[in-house]
């Protein structure tokens, strides 16, 4: 069977601080990765995602990037938070073809001060 | 373009009474469509996927879904809700020729004893 993690489960960051957020994925190869964030009362924001190594596409103009440096493991970075980078950062992963459903990792709670 | 409106953002019932939850879809092609639970400070947890195959849909946890392509809808029922239902749901479309799922705004389940 397939799992999904992530880490940190919580992070509290100064303004102005580095970032990454690490997702990596167990049982399967060459997935499609996703990151997603999801601000307080809000709903899910795709972020980037990515259907190889090196392949990344972003959704969403921002303060943040994404790198995919092995098949399986998928990082989201920024030089300098913001604010606004504050909220719930969700990873996700599907097969490379056929089925578009997505399988979602525990979350990283990301608050910037 | 596809696009998903939730019609309530949130939801009460008593413990055992039904539960719907209201989604209304807009998609260009053959959507998939997905409803995904989201206990607090959890990942998203798939609850059941509608692909074309049959317009009733049956998830885990007693719950099911009926797609009415006249009326763009795909709600989300349940004959007797439990306390642990109490969670934020999602409906979510996602087309063929996209990457991303699109998704509501997401609607608050709160289970009364």
């Known amino acids: 069977s397939q799992t999904i993690h992530q880490w940190p489960a919580t992070l509290v960051q100064p303004v102005g601080s580095p970032l990454s957020l690490e997702c990596t994925v167990e049982?399967?190869?060459?997935?499609?990765l996703y990151w997603y964030r999801q601000a307080a009362g809000r709903g899910l924001q795709l972020l980037f995602y990515s259907v190889g190594i090196g392949q990344i596409s972003s959704e969403v103009p921002q303060n943040l990037s994404a790198s995919r440096p092995q098949d399986r493991q998928f990082i989201l970075s920024s030089k300098k938070l913001l604010l606004s980078d504050s909220g719930f950062y969700l990873c996700?992963?599907?097969?490379?073809?056929?089925?578009?459903?997505?399988?979602f990792g525990p979350g990283t709670r990301l608050t910037v001060l | 373009a596809q696009s998903v409106t939730q019609l309530d953002s949130h939801v009460s019932v008593s413990e055992g009474t039904p539960v719907l939850l209201r989604c209304n879809y807009s998609s260009s092609y053959s959507p998939s469509l997905f409803w995904y639970v989201q206990h607090p400070n959890k990942g998203l947890q798939l609850l059941l996927k509608?692909?074309?195959?049959?317009?009733l849909v049956k998830g885990i946890n007693g719950f099911e879904a009926e797609f009415k392509k006249s009326e763009t809808s795909f709600h989300l029922t349940k004959p007797s809700a439990h306390m642990s239902d109490a969670a934020e749901y999602f409906c979510?479309?996602?087309?063929?020729?996209?990457?991303?799922?699109?998704f509501g705004s997401g609607t608050r389940l709160q289970v009364q004893p």
């Open positions: 509608y692909t074309s195959a049959a317009t």
């Open positions: 996700a992963w599907s097969w490379s073809s056929g089925t578009d459903t997505q399988y």
């Open positions: 049982g399967t190869s060459n997935p499609n």
């Open positions: 979510v479309v996602s087309e063929v020729r996209r990457r991303a799922l699109t």
